[in-house]
T-cell receptor, first 109, second 113 residues
């Protein structure tokens, strides 16, 4: 039972353009949704979160949108930079984190 | 402020053996969670410890066990290792009053042969 799904295993974007990473969920009990960024040989690093009662949260170049009726969230990165190249995980939170399978973002210079 | 440190970074064990992985929490954090990340998958919740008591468990068999110590450091023990236990094991610490403020360590890469 995969409660959080990231259907795109990879995404390639040109530097300066927008990156949009998508995530779908089935569990309506999540209180928060979080995005993590992971480089090889490092642990996940927190990027941005959104409460289940909000529909948008913005932090610098990163914006997360939540569509509760569609059970869908997305992470927008504008403008994309080569240093953003990493694996991005979305996670739903109750008393634990339930992660998606990740999307590998490659930002081409 | 120190982050979460895990040891060892890499480990190779034989099927049937036992293994202990260690985690030092970020300073000030009193809650520790363990996750297993298999290749190509997202991290999966194993269990969480708060004030030395197990405070939630994922869908893992009893041969996965843990401890949290008074200084909030933690151990993950796995008995009777199986080939499918090969994975990256991640430790995350947090403050119980800030439940989603997890800080992850870099993980221990366990290979079972």
């Amino acid at each position: 039972d995969q409660q959080v799904k990231q259907n795109s295993p990879s995404l390639s974007v040109q530097e300066g353009r927008i990156s949009i990473l998508n995530c779908d969920y089935t569990n309506s009990m999540f209180d928060y949704f979080l995005w993590y960024k992971k480089y090889p040989a490092e642990g996940p690093t927190f990027l941005i979160s959104i409460s289940s009662i909000k529909d948008k949260n913005e932090d610098g170049r990163f914006t997360v949108f939540l569509n509760k009726s569609a059970k869908h969230l997305s992470l927008h990165i504008v403008p994309s930079q080569p240093g953003d190249s990493a694996v991005y995980f979305c996670a739903g939170a109750t008393n634990k984190l339930i992660f998606g399978t990740g999307t590998l973002l490659a930002v081409q210079p | 402020e120190t982050g979460v440190t895990q040891s060892p970074t890499h480990l190779i064990k034989t099927r049937g053996q036992q293994v202990t992985l260690r985690c030092s929490s970020q300073s000030g954090h009193n809650t520790v969670s363990w996750y297993q990340q298999a290749l190509g998958q997202g991290p999966q919740f194993i269990f969480q410890y708060y004030r030395e008591e197990e405070n939630g468990r994922g869908n893992f068999p009893p041969r996965f066990s843990g401890l949290q110590f008074p200084n909030y450091s933690s151990e993950l023990n796995v008995n009777a290792l199986e080939l499918d236990d090969s994975a990256l094991y991640l430790c995350a610490s947090s403050l119980e009053s800030v439940p989603y403020g997890y800080t992850f360590g870099s993980g221990t890469r366990l290979t079972v042969v």
